[in-house]
């Protein structure tokens, strides 16, 4: 059994992969830590009864009382790196989930990596379908370089746009480069009108009550567009990925970045 903490455990996110590692016959919850801890058994956040577990507060603590072997992190943009490196100083293998980690904060954990020999994953999207979306749509760029973006989250989401989206239009650039898009003399009567602006790509995130998760990537061409959508309808979409994740990230090799390099392995 691989023995794993959850880091946000009171979170939405948090709650769901509870509720899969403990369901899963070759993972172990052994604890969970989340900052708004009142110590809750962990039986109570997902309806399996009392299990002993009890919600820490400080990951630190957790760490040194339960021995994990990796830890997976769904919390907040502005604390995970943080996380990450307490993880991986004391021996645990982040599987990690937040976004907003930025191209500095991974050299970050690489070196992390290098230095403690402790591997690390991080996934800006655990859906299977997601990944799929992001991998045609870097296919479809070859053909298609005019694109832009639409993401659509639940209006309690911090960052704007979605890492799916981010590394969605990175790799399209890989494929078709910077190209400027729409009209050279376009005006922008509202700022923001034309979404942000990634290497070319239009970018636009829509927060309202009732999304989970969904992208749209729009591809224009002469006389046709191509749409490639991926819908999460509940956060259960993501819970196979973060599974396979926890399973596979002792045996990687330094620090994984995308769910797709354990799939094609
Ligand atoms: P949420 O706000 O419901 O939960 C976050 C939890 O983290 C809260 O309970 C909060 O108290 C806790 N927390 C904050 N700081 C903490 C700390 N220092 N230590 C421990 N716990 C702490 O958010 P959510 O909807 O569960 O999303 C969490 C993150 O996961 C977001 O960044 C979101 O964008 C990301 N996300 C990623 C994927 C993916 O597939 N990679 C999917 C969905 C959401």
């Known amino acids: 059994m691989i023995r794993v903490i959850v880091c946000g455990a009171y979170g939405k996110m948090g709650r769901e992969v ?13 604890g969970a830590v989340d900052v708004k801890s009142d ?24 760490i040194n009382e339960t021995k994990p072997q990796v830890m ?7 604390v995970v790196l943080n996380n990450i490196r307490i993880a991986m100083k004391n021996g645990v293998c982040p599987v990690v989930g937040t976004t907003g980690l930025s191209d500095k904060d ?25 990944i799929l979306m992001t991998k045609l749509s870097q296919d479809a760029a070859k053909y298609f370089p005019h694109v832009e973006i639409i993401e659509l989250h639940h209006d309690q989401k911090l960052d704007a746009p979605s890492g799916t989206a981010l590394h969605t239009a990175e790799l399209i650039a890989k494929n078709r480069g910077y190209l400027e898009q ?20 239009r970018m636009h995130s829509v927060r309202l009550p009732g999304y989970v998760a969904h ?9 046709q567009t ?21 399973k596979n990230v002792l045996s990687a090799n330094g620090l994984v970045y995308g769910l797709e390099k354990l799939l094609d392995k």
């Open 215 to 223: 992208q749209e990537v729009i591809f224009g061409g002469l006389g």
């Open 18 to 30: 509870l509720k899969a590692i403990h369901n899963d016959t070759q993972l172990s919850i052994v």
């Open 39 to 62: 110590f809750t058994d962990i039986g109570d956040l997902i309806g399996a009864g009392k299990t002993g577990i009890i919600v820490g507060n400080d990951l630190q603590t957790v």
């Open 182 to 201: 729409g009209h050279p003399a376009e005006v922008e009567k509202l700022p923001g009108a034309r979404g942000g602006n990634f290497s070319g790509i």
């Open 106 to 130: 991974r050299e970050e954990i690489n070196d992390l990596c290098i230095q403690t020999k402790v591997n690390a994953l991080i996934a800006p999207n655990f859906s299977i379908g997601a």
């Open 72 to 78: 997976v992190d769904f919390t907040r943009p502005e």
């Open 226 to 246: 191509l749409t490639i959508r991926h819908d999460s309808i509940s956060r259960e979409s993501f819970m196979p990925g973060v599974v396979l994740a926890c």
